[in-house]
């Protein structure tokens, strides 16, 4: 009866370790898969990174020429009649290839920054086009004073 008792031990034992093994095969096969989803998340997230990334720094191009195209608004009386004749939202859409001349992608993404700013102080007064507004006479959305049109047609 002991030699039966202790081979009962031995099969229970070689039971156990093949429930033992059997678990560890799933369990792995668990944290395989896992990390093939984490992976995949990551991967997911990343994508979705990059193409925040470049969206942002189309944006801050188009922002860049629409900032070109204020400042050069500002050179004459001409410049500024013809900026704000017909559509102004013409300048952000008819965007050429590229940046404007003496523009970096790094120094777009810090002006970005500033104008995020002023958007959120809503201090709108202090930037080239708010400026160019107040200097139309246009001051809360409403023009403030009647304009001498003669002095902002394009010559």
Same mark, same amino acid.
């Given at each position: 009866?002991?030699?039966?008792? !202790?081979?009962?031990?031995?099969?229970?034992?070689?039971? %156990? &370790?093949?429930?033992? %093994?059997?678990?560890?095969? @799933?369990?792995?096969?668990?944290?395989? !898969?896992?990390?093939?989803?984490? @992976?995949?998340?990551? !991967?997911?997230?990343?994508?979705?990174?990059?193409?925040?990334?470049?969206?942002?720094?189309?944006?801050?191009?188009?922002?860049?020429?629409?900032?070109?195209?204020?400042?050069?608004?500002?050179?004459? +009386?001409?410049?500024?009649?013809?900026?704000?004749?017909?559509?102004?939202?013409?300048?952000?859409?008819?965007?050429?290839?590229?940046?404007?001349?003496?523009?970096?992608? @790094? &120094?777009?993404?810090?002006?970005?920054?500033?104008?995020?700013?002023?958007?959120?102080?809503? =201090?709108?007064? !202090?930037?080239?086009?708010?400026?160019?507004?107040?200097?139309?006479?246009?001051? @809360?959305?409403?023009?403030?004073?009647?304009? =001498?049109? +003669?002095?902002?047609?394009?010559?």
């Amino acid at each position: 009866m002991t030699a039966s008792i !202790e081979a009962w031990r031995t099969r229970a034992e070689r039971a %156990e &370790a093949a429930l033992h %093994e059997i678990q560890m095969k @799933q369990v792995r096969a668990e944290i395989a !898969e896992r990390e093939q989803l984490q @992976q995949a998340e990551n !991967e997911r997230k990343a994508a979705e990174r990059a193409a925040a990334e470049s969206a942002a720094l189309e944006d801050q191009r188009i922002s860049s020429w629409y900032n070109h195209r204020v400042e050069q608004a500002q050179t004459s +009386d001409s410049a500024f009649a013809e900026f704000i004749s017909g559509d102004i939202g013409r300048h952000r859409r008819d965007i050429p290839e590229g940046w404007p001349e003496g523009v970096e992608p @790094q &120094a777009a993404a810090a002006a970005a920054v500033v104008a995020e700013r002023a958007d959120a102080t809503g =201090d709108l007064a !202090e930037t080239a086009l708010g400026k160019l507004l107040i200097r139309a006479g246009v001051r @809360q959305g409403r023009v403030s004073h009647v304009v =001498d049109r +003669d002095r902002y047609k394009p010559q």
